[in-house]
């Protein structure tokens, strides 16, 4: 499987897609951690959300994006949306040729090892929950853990609306949490690229005895180790350049963008990666 | 304009379409008010949520849709959705070769009667709101009115979270219609097809001094005097067939779909509108 790198393939851009503006929370996390990685993400804002899709269609969906990415020259492929993760992560493997990560398994395997009772809830849309991508993983990293799942179809249309500090949130969560809570986890997932931005609130509602795993970070420090294993990290340098391609104008593209990534979006361009167009 | 109606013609379906399932509460209002007509619905849910789209986009969708519409034989086209009514209403109109109508306008309408001081609220999604639609339409009906728009983004997730007599849902409310209230509004018009559903609870909010508006009814109403207008009311007899096709399985479309059509829904198809496809 592993072969000598070219040194060119080294600075080659990290490619990153989701089905809309959410997975910019876990490219936030990949320029934090690796600066010096040049990075090209695609946001499928046309057809947003994936979530309520049939798995062949989002199949579908994840392999033109795939494509898209490749035809960037990227040397690595990061799924930061849960749904295609859920659905497609062999299939985009299988089309890619280069080393493919999507959020299930880094943000699953942060929580197997920082839990200590083995009970660990997991938080995400109705597509994400529903797919059961989460229980799936479970056994191969923690046979005795049980998981607690919970979706909270709110929280993203919350994030949107800036409700982050708000006491409809907290309403809100303290609805979806609290069964969760009662089954006594220790550890919680927050498998929904929104859901950094609620982690303070989160975090009172949960209290100080049940850890967070944000699969955003978590992913950026898998993708790290992948560099690092598969000879594909960039030598270092000063910041790399970031390049934004989405499907559709979105309403509100440049506060919710600016939101969700922390900052300015430059270099954007509006592309169609419909095969079937 | 008018012509000669031929017999046949008046026992040919009503067509209506939305982008997803909320239509449905418009296709229920239709059946009850009309039990004589047949119907076909057109639910896109492969493409839902039109809002945050383009407008070249939503243009085309629709008119993927009424081409399929006129395909099973429709005798007028109801646009069950505010986003495609406001941005392609007359490119549907031009289409069609067939009587169209929109949400818009009969919610707007009734509204305008209705009011006494002409202090009017208009609630609906992001998208319905930042597109001004009801506010085009004022003059034309009552020139001293003054509309108070509110987008309320959260009411369909609330609404298909099946929240619709919750405290989350109140607050929301109250913050939402705080500042219409405080504007003086005698009148709320729910410009959204999934709001009927929270009818209950937004009457206790806004009191009983506010009269609420529900563009599904209103819209029923003006395809009634438009049927009998045109001469193309169905001849009365038994409640007429009901056929629906959605563009994509949506996940919880029994549950969803029930909910807001207030029974079951039977003939369902799943078929394709692309014409890029």
Redesign the interface.
Known sequence: MKQAVDGTVRTAPIGVFDSGLGGLTVLRAIRERLPGEATVYLGD????PY????AE?IRRYAIEATDFLLDKGVKAVVIACNTATARALPDVEARAGVPVLGVVEPGWSAAASASGTGRIGVIGT??TI?SRAYNRVIHSHRPDAQVFEQAC??F???V??GWTDD??TR??AE?YLGPLLKQGIDTLVLACTHYPLLKPLLARVVGENVRLIDSAESTAAALERLLVSEDLASPSGPPAAARYYVT?????FDLLARRLLGEEVEHLEMVSV?S??
Chains 1, 2 share one sequence.
Not at 45 to 48: I, K, M, N, S
Not at 51 to 54: E, I, Q, V
Not at 248 to 252: G, K, V
């Open positions: 804002t046309a057809r947003v979530g309520p899709k049939a269609t109705r597509g529903s179809p709110l993203v249309p919350l949107e609306e006491e409809v309403l809100a609805r559709d104008e979105a309403a509100r419909d079937t167009g």
